[in-house]
Every structure is written in C-alpha cells, then in structure tokens.
C-alpha cells in the first residue's frame, strides 16, 4: 500500500540545539500530519497542514514548533531551540483528505534531547 | 477536549478465538472511528474504520461496532491467528471534511494470540 518515509529514523541532539524531522508523504495526498509519542504514553496530536498552512494545532505545539513544505518537497517539523520534554517519537501521518479520512503513518523518527 | 479511553492495555487469546477490544469517546461530535494496527519494531498500519453514519462495518475477520448513544466502539477480530498479534490502537476524531481530520488516539491494546 501507500507509504510515507520519515528522516531520520533516529536522531540525538543537545538540549538547545534546532532539529529538522523529514517526512515524505504519500504521493496524491493533500493533508498532513505530525503526531507525538512519549514511551508508554498516548499518540498525540501536534498539528494538521493543508495547501501551504497550519489548519489545526494542539496546545503541544509550542512556539519552538514550525512546519513547511516548501514546493512539494519534504514536510517537514523544525524545533528550535530543543527542549528535554520533547523527546519522543514523531509520526507524520498524511491523507487524501477529499472524502478519503484514512491517514498513512510513516514509522516515526525517535528524537532523543540530552 | 475530546478523550479516547481504551480498556484493555493487554489481551491474551488462543488462536481460532475471537478477540474484543473496547474504546469509549468523549465528544459527542465525534464521527470517524478508525483503528490502526502497529507490529514490533513497524509504523501503525490502518486497519478498518467506522463513520457515524453506521453502526457496524465488517471487512473480513474483522468487525467495528459504534454504539453513539454509549459514546463506545468496539473491534472484534475473529477466528485469530498469531500474525494479529500487535498492538492495535483506536482512535476517534470530529473534524470531519474538507479542514482534514485530527485523530485523538487510545492508549493501546497489546494482542497476544497464543497458538
């Protein structure tokens, strides 16, 4: 089936530096997602992107957060500066959006901020 | 916000047995119930999903039940086999349309099917 691609598979920062997470997403697809897991938690919602801009955010997506997909290249999830509490592992996530709901993960990039 | 509490953090089944795992949902305005299926060591794999407008869907050996009154769902996974072991996670979301659609997940249900 469809597939998204994540970069890194894993990555190790200091605390305080900027991280860059790349996603490639479906080809057809319009919508795309970035979510959030701490080790044993919940899978959490940071942010949905349609034609060049944010639609939706959760309260986790702190200022630190941004998001791009410069001409249809990577999306991508920058944080700069890092902080200990993010890490965890990252999916992007993207969907058709046009009737079609169902999201296609990527197998998470597992940042850990030391 | 919207909470999606999932029931079972591990299930243990013999193969050839049906297996049942229950979420409840908060928001009433809920309307898409997909569930996802996440392999040691692989991505979450989509497995079947469910709209408000129905109250059961079957695709193969696997069966969604919405009960909107109950704000409850459940997948029941039948005749199993030891390659449905996995986690498999629920997940509910409001946004329904053209705004895209942000899943609020459950927690997990570790599936162990023993041969």
């Known amino acids: 089936g469809p597939k998204v691609l994540q970069i890194p598979s894993h990555q190790i920062i200091d605390m305080g530096q900027m991280v860059t997470l790349n996603c490639d997403p479906v080809?057809?697809?319009?919508?795309f997602y970035w979510y959030k897991q701490i080790l044993g938690q919940q899978m959490e919602f940071l942010v949905n992107?349609?034609?060049?801009?944010?639609?939706?955010k959760s309260k986790l997506f702190k200022d630190q957060f941004s998001v791009e997909r410069p001409d249809g290249s990577y999306f991508t999830l920058k944080i700069q500066p890092t902080a200990l509490e993010d890490s965890a592992v990252y999916f992007c996530?993207?969907?058709?959006?046009?009737?079609?709901?169902?999201?296609?993960f990527g197998p998470g990039t597992r940042l850990t901020v030391l | 916000g919207e909470k999606v509490e999932q029931h079972e953090s591990t299930l243990s089944v013999r193969e050839g047995d049906s297996a049942v795992i229950n979420c409840t949902y908060t928001?009433?305005?809920?309307?898409?119930f997909p569930w996802y299926k996440q392999e040691a060591g692989k991505s979450l794999h989509f497995v079947i999903d469910?709209?408000?407008?129905?109250d059961r869907k079957q695709s193969q050996r696997l069966i969604v039940l919405l009960d909107k009154k109950a704000k409850r769902f459940s997948l029941h996974i039948t005749a199993t086999q030891p390659e449905d072991s996995a986690i498999y996670f629920c997940?509910?979301?409001?946004?329904?349309?053209?705004?895209?659609?942000?899943?609020?997940f459950g927690i997990g249900t570790l599936l162990s099917v023993k041969p």
């Open positions: 928001d009433t305005a809920s309307s898409y």
């Open positions: 992107f349609y034609n060049g801009k944010v639609m939706e």
């Open positions: 469910i709209r408000s407008n129905v």
């Open positions: 080809s057809n697809h319009l919508y």
């Open positions: 997940a509910a979301s409001g946004n329904y349309g053209s705004s895209g659609n942000k899943l609020i």
């Open positions: 996530a993207s969907s058709t959006g046009t009737g079609g709901l169902e999201q296609y």
